[in-house]
């Protein structure tokens, strides 16, 4: 069988090292890398000097990504770019007849989600998202070690996921969560029942730069996640609790440490290459068109619901000049936070930031700031032009409840909550 044609969409950090291992999968006859596409040449021009990379030729570089969704040699596409942007990139390469792995998430919407997986069916072709954690053998010894009961009743997880370099100027929720909560849907076989969390940010006020997650599972199992985008060490570590032992399970090196009642021991791991595997499972995918995955949107659903119930906390120091002060009186009252997320969610979720009625641009601005602090909209900036928003899933359900309070003609529990956490409006 021909090897299959693949194009990569992405090559900063985490995009070079997919690179890599398709690169060593062609290697291994599996694939044929046909395209690397990214619109910074400093990125594409990396690969060229990387050492696990330098074999790549410079025709295989590409800053249009038409090189590679028009491309007759390539079937298989592998999206390896921030979050905010898998979904309309997922949604081009299926619309091209391209199956698709992802990193995860798939979308930031489980909406959305389902109706790529539903595009992908009636097309007949694959789409998965990269869940490098069923490929790790820490977490599948882990996984085992759970379901045969060797620790008897599980009482508490513990995850701590941190990779500072990975998550800068990016919503930390989506950028760092699906890992660790695909690996908890893989140890205990099932999604939360209910979440809570708080989220915060320190160093730059943009997006959270640390939440804490607090989930209940079936069978009264607790589990606490911290996400950190402010520790300067990547960090993937998983603490499982037991009644009858304790296991310390480190996934970034792939180890395992058991804590018994007698004694403590080192359990024999013999690590995988994630990546490598990944691959493969993709490719024999393709060739054999196994079914679609659930778990993809159960990631999707979950981070969801933790998005929706995230206390956070709007910073008191602005971010253009953090020795002023943000003045209380300046934060917007709830109608015109509501007006300007009204304003956002009517242009088509590309909305400039303009000057409305009778607030000044910088005004505007620092509200916008403050909207996209506590996660309500998100923004991105384009060549030549003027920052844009988005409503974010949570920014949306927030006006949804904000029309019902209307018509119940009092504040909904969801909206209440929103409110006292960010200090909108007087309640």
Known sequence: MNPIGVGIVG???WGRKVAAGYLDAERRGRVKLVKVCDNSVASLGALLIEHET?????????????????????????????????????RTALEAGKNVLVETPISLNSLECNELIGIAAKKGLIIEDCNYGRFN???????????????GSILYVGIQWADAAHVIGRDILFELGPSP??????????????????????????????????????DEIFAHIELNGLHPRQIGEVFIVGS????????????????????????????????????DHFVDRITHGDPVDSAMTQTVET????????????????QFDRA???????????????????IVHKGANKTPIENEGELNPDLVRRYFMMLEKIGLVESWDRANEEKTYSLTTKGLQFLVDYYESQRLGEITDNTRRILQAVGLGRI
């Open 137 to 151: 053998r820490a977490v599948q010894a882990a996984t085992e070690m759970v379901r045969k009961g060797d620790l």
């Open 324 to 342: 002023k002060r943000v003045n209380e009186s300046e934060m917007p009252n709830l109608e015109t936070a509501v007006g300007l997320l009204e």
């Open 303 to 318: 981070l969801e619901a933790i998005q929706s119930c995230l206390w956070t906390k709007v910073p008191s120091i602005n």
């Open 181 to 218: 909560i695909g690996i908890l849907n893989l140890l205990l076989g099932t999604c939360p029942k209910e979440l809570s969390g708080v989220a915060g940010a320190y160093r730059k006020f943009t997006h959270n730069e640390i939440i804490n997650i607090f989930a209940q599972y079936p």
């Open 54 to 90: 330098a074999s790549i030729e410079e025709s295989r570089l590409s800053v249009d990504i038409r090189d590679i969704m028009e491309s007759a040699e390539i079937s298989a596409v592998h999206v390896a770019t921030p979050s905010a942007t898998h979904s309309a990139l997922v």
């Open 244 to 279: 009858l032992a304790t296991l310390d399970v480190d996934c970034s090196n792939q180890r395992i440490v058991e804590y018994s009642a007698s004694k403590i021991t080192e359990v024999p791991v013999l690590p995988s290459d994630t990546i490598a595997d990944e691959i």
């Open 11 to 13: 090559a900063g950090n």
